[in-house]
């Protein structure tokens, strides 16, 4: 099949708000320095809902959707070392060139080097590789891993070991990364601390984990979901809230039950009242808050600055703040 177009089945998404429709599509080859990509297993990020219900500004229609995928390498385009035909891969909707201001520096990792036409939806050279008749089909976040084929940047594969079992791996193309990074990277917790962390979905649970495993004492849960508060509390939350409980405001009952407020917060609800009670349950001089999830197209946060005078720190994280391919495979921190 190599240099040859792919027919296949995907899942288009046509227009906001309607159904994924499963279409026969045309998969060109890959071009110079990209992958084409056999997607086997899949998994479901609130992130590919968000973006089908319009909410995203950079959404394209008609796109095929989804970013959280375990694949096997098909063929490869002109110039490709670093993955060959037969290599197990998670396509990561942030790159890693190894060559940028951003790649070369320790404190991020949000390689930009092909994020302006990953937002509109084509390959860097401008085109798209899927077609239905000749026309095209956007690609989603560099990745589009609702197709059974799927073209991607090579930048934006991370090689995975050759017994990795693809069903579970795909967790990693978002949300668990998300989740643990936030914790190991983003905001280091320590041995000791006090975690909390608001929306029990993948990515807060994958949090929840983190912090045990970093050795946080409390992890508090919450959900207004109290069907998922079994499952925080086996991977290791010591308390879990409904914030409907109470009729004052959550940051309110956080910081009376612990004195101050806690070491670390975490939004994973994209939620941005979520995220203002996040920052303002966390601890006076020192507290950190991170946002997670991805908030709908005009909604913005806000809190007192005194807030931030007073020692809270405020920030964000994406895709936990791993540098994609260098972090994946035998020297992972996360695998
Ligand atoms: N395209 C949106 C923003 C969407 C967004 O924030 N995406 C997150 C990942 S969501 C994973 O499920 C992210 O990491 N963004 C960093 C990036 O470079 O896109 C908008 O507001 O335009
Ligand atoms: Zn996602």
């Known amino acids: ?78 110039g490709v070392t670093s993955v060959k035909p037969g290599d197990k ?4 909707y942030t790159p890693e060139c190894g060559d940028c201001l951003f790649c070369h520096s320790e404190k991020t990792n949000l390689c930009p080097t092909i994020r302006s036409t990953q937002g509109q939806g084509v390959m860097p050279d401008g085109t798209t590789r899927f077609s239905i008749n000749g026309e095209p089909i956007y690609h989603f976040m560099g990745c589009s891993t609702f197709s059974e084929y799927t073209v991607v940047a090579d930048i934006s594969c991370a090689k995975i070991p050759d017994d990795a079992p693809l069903d579970v791996m795909c967790l990693f193309g978002c949300g668990v990364t998300t989740g643990l990074g936030a914790v190991f990277n983003t905001c280091k917790v320590e041995p000791g ?9 993948a990515v807060g649970l994958a949090v929840i984990q983190a912090a045990k495993k970093a050795g946080a004492s409390r992890i508090f849960a919450l959900d207004t979901n109290t069907s998922k508060f079994s499952m925080a509390e086996k991977l290791g939350a010591t308390d879990c809230v409904n914030p409907n409980d109470f009729d004052q405001p959550i940051q309110q009952v956080l910081v009376e039950k612990t004195g101050w407020g806690i070491d670390y917060t975490f939004d994973a609800t994209g939620n941005t009242d979520v995220m203002r009670a996040a920052l303002e349950s966390s601890h006076r001089g020192w507290g950190k808050s991170c ?25 964000g994280t994406a895709f936990g703040g791993y540098k994609s391919r260098s972090e994946y495979g035998g020297e992972s921190t996360i695998v």
Do not use: M
Not at 51 to 75: N, R, W, Y
Not at 89 to 92: H, L, M, R
Not at 193 to 201: E, N
């Open 89 to 92: 891969v998670i396509p990561c």
């Open 291 to 315: 946002v997670i999830g991805v908030a709908a197209a005009g909604h913005e946060i806000s809190t007192r600055p005194f807030q931030l005078v007073t020692g809270r720190w405020w920030g």
């Open 1 to 78: 099949t190599a240099g040859k177009p792919i027919t296949c089945k995907a899942a288009v998404a046509w227009e906001p708000n309607k159904p994924l429709s499963v279409e026969t599509v045309e998969v060109a080859p890959p071009k110079a320095n990209e992958v084409r990509l056999k997607v086997i297993a899949n998994a479901l990020c609130h992130t590919d809902i968000y973006t089908l219900e319009g909410q995203d500004p950079e959404g394209k229609f008609p796109s095929i959707l989804g970013h959280e995928a375990g694949c096997i390498v098909e063929s490869v385009g002109e």
């Open 193 to 201: 601390s006090s975690v909390a962390v608001w929306g029990l979905g």
